[in-house]
C-alpha cells in the first residue's frame, strides 16, 4: 500500500497512471469508510488505527496488489485497476470490495462493524482525463454511492451527472431466470420468545444459488431487483414459497416475509390474499417485514397499501428499526404491530452504553405504542440476558441460529420440541 495523504503525492501519482494508461481500460475506486469517529471516540485512535490496517490488508486482497491500494485521507482510500472490460466488471469489484469491508472486524474479543461506500470513474475510449476532474466525479460518485442502498455508483463520463443504472450489468438477467432454473429457496430463521422460551416463529429470508456465481447474498441481488421490477416477480415468488413451505413447519407460530417498499402498490394485496387461500395459511400466522428507511421515504405510497394488508390479518414489523427517523410521529400513521430492533444496535450494546441506552428506549416506546419487540443479530449468551432484562419480547440472531433450509429448520424444530 502507499501512503498518499499528501495531496501532491496523490495527484501527482494519479496523472502518472492517468497519462500512461495508453488506452487500456483504468478503473478508480473511491472508497470511504464511515463510523470512524464514534469508534475513535470509544476506542482511541490506536485500536482503530489497528481496525484501518486491517481494512487495508482486505482491500489490497481484493486488488491482489499492495501497490494498487492507496490511502488518500483520513477515511478515504483510493483503489486503481486495469483491465477490467466493462461497467459490470467494476461493479463486480466494488461488490467484492465492499463484502470484504461489511465483515466484521475483531479487535480483542470483540467484534466491530464499519460501514464503507464507494465511487467509481471508468476511463471511456479516448479521454484521458487529468487527475483534478477525475477525483471531482469520483467525488460525485462517492456522494451519490453513500446515499444508494447498494452504496455504490458509478460516474457515467458520458452523462453530466453519475448514473447508478447498471445496463451492462448482467447479474440481473441471470436473475431473471434464477426462479425458473431453481436457483432460489427459502431459508428460515428461528425466533424465540423470552417470557416463555417458545420458538415463536421465523423469518424467511430469500438465498440465490448461481451455478457460476455460487450463493450471491440478498443483500447485493435484492437492491439490483428493486431497481427494476423484477423486485414483483421475486415477491410473487417468496410470498407463494413460503406460504407452500409453511405446510412443512406445522410446529411453527408464525413466518416473517421481508418486502421491498418497491412493490407496496395496489397489487401486492391481491397477491398475498390470493397465496394465503391457495395454500390455506391462516393470516395471523404471518408476519410482514418493511424496512423503516424505507417506508419512511415513501410514506404516502406506503400507508395506503400497508394498511390494506393489515387488513388482511397479517402482522406488520418495522425493520431494522432505529436506523431512521424512528420519531413517535411516523410511527403513529403505521398500522404496525411489531418493531425489529436493528442488528447493529443489539451487536454493540454490551459494548457502548450508547447503544445499550437506544435499545433500551427502543423496547420502551415499543411498549408505550403496544408493540411487540424482536432484536436482531443475537450473538451470545450475554446480549440474550441483556436484552431479556431490558423487557426485549422476542430474539433472533446466531445464538439461536443460523438461517436454514425449510428440512434443517423443520428437524431444528422438532428436535426442540421432543428434548
Ligand atoms: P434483514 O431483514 O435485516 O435480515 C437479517 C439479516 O441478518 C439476514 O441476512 C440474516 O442472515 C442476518 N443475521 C441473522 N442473525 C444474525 C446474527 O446473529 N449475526 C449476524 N451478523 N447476522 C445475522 P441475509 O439473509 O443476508 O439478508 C440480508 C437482507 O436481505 C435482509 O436483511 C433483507 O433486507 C433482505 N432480504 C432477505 N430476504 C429477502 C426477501 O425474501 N425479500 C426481500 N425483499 N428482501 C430480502
Ligand atoms: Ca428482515
Ligand atoms: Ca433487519
Not at 60 to 67: C, G, I, Q, S, T
Not at 96 to 108: G, I
Request: proline content about 3%; glycine content about 6%; aromatic content about 6%.
Amino acid at each position: 500500500m502507499t501512503l498518499g495523504i499528501d495531496r501532491n503525492t496523490t495527484f501527482a501519482r494519479l496523472q502518472e497512471r492517468l497519462e500512461s494508461r495508453e488506452g487500456r481500460g483504468l478503473s478508480l475506486f473511491l472508497i470511504h469508510v464511515s463510523r470512524l469517529r464514534q469508534l475513535n471516540r470509544s476506542l482511541g485512535y490506536r485500536a482503530v488505527g489497528g481496525l484501518l490496517n486491517e481494512l487495508e490488508e482486505r482491500l489490497m486482497r481484493v486488488a491482489r496488489d499492495p501497490e494498487r491500494v492507496e490511502r488518500i485521507g483520513n477515511a478515504d482510500y483510493l483503489v486503481t485497476l486495469d483491465g477490467l472490460m466493462n461497467r459490470g466488471h467494476a461493479q463486480l469489484a466494488a461488490l467484492k470490495m465492499l463484502d470484504e469491508l461489511s465483515k466484521p472486524l475483531q479487535r480483542e474479543d470483540r467484534l466491530y462493524h464499519l460501514d464503507a461506500a464507494i465511487g467509481i470513474w471508468m476511463a471511456m475510449e479516448g479521454d484521458a482525463g487529468d487527475a483534478e476532474t477525475v477525483l471531482q466525479q469520483l467525488e460525485w460518485a462517492i456522494t451519490e454511492a453513500r446515499q444508494a442502498p447498494e452504496k455504490y455508483a458509478l460516474w457515467d463520463g458520458e452523462k453530466d451527472e453519475p448514473d447508478t443504472r447498471l445496463t451492462d450489468w448482467d447479474i440481473e438477467n441471470d436473475l431473471r431466470q434464477a426462479a425458473d432454473r431453481g436457483e432460489l429457496s427459502m431459508f428460515y430463521q428461528p425466533q424465540q420468545d423470552l417470557a416463555s422460551g417458545e420458538i415463536s416463529g421465523a423469518e424467511a429470508l430469500i438465498r440465490w444459488r448461481n451455478g457460476d456465481r455460487g450463493y450471491v447474498r440478498p443483500d447485493i441481488f435484492i437492491p439490483i431487483a428493486e431497481r427494476s421490477a423484477l423486485i414483483e416477480e421475486v415477491t410473487r415468488w417468496t410470498l407463494h414459497t413460503v406460504l407452500r413451505e409453511m405446510e412443512a413447519l406445522p410446529n411453527l407460530p408464525q413466518i416473517s416475509i421481508n418486502l421491498s417498499v418497491q412493490v407496496l402498490q395496489q397489487g401486492i394485496v391481491e397477491d398475498l390474499r390470493s397465496a394465503l387461500s391457495l395454500w390455506s395459511v391462516d393470516p395471523a400466522r404471518v408476519v410482514l417485514e418493511v424496512t423503516e428507511s424505507a417506508v419512511i421515504s415513501n410514506l404516502e405510497q406506503a400507508v395506503d397499501a400497508l394498511r390494506e394488508l393489515r387488513a388482511l390479518g397479517v402482522g406488520l414489523s418495522i425493520d431494522d428499526f432505529g436506523t431512521g427517523y424512528s420519531t413517535m410521529t411516523y410511527l403513529r400513521q403505521l398500522p404496525a404491530t411489531e418493531l425489529k430492533i436493528d442488528r447493529s444496535f443489539v451487536d454493540n450494546m454490551l459494548h457502548f452504553s450508547m447503544d445499550e441506552h437506544i435499545v433500551k428506549s427502543l423496547i420502551h416506546m415499543a411498549r408505550g405504542a403496544g408493540l411487540r419487540t424482536v432484536a436482531e443479530g443475537v450473538e451470545n449468551e450475554e446480549t440474550r440476558q441483556r436484552l431479556q432484562q431490558l423487557g426485549c419480547d422476542v430474539i433472533q440472531g446466531y445464538h439461536l441460529a443460523r438461517p436454514m433450509p425449510l428440512e434443517d429448520c423443520s428437524r431444528w424444530l422438532e428436535d426442540r420440541l421432543r428434548t
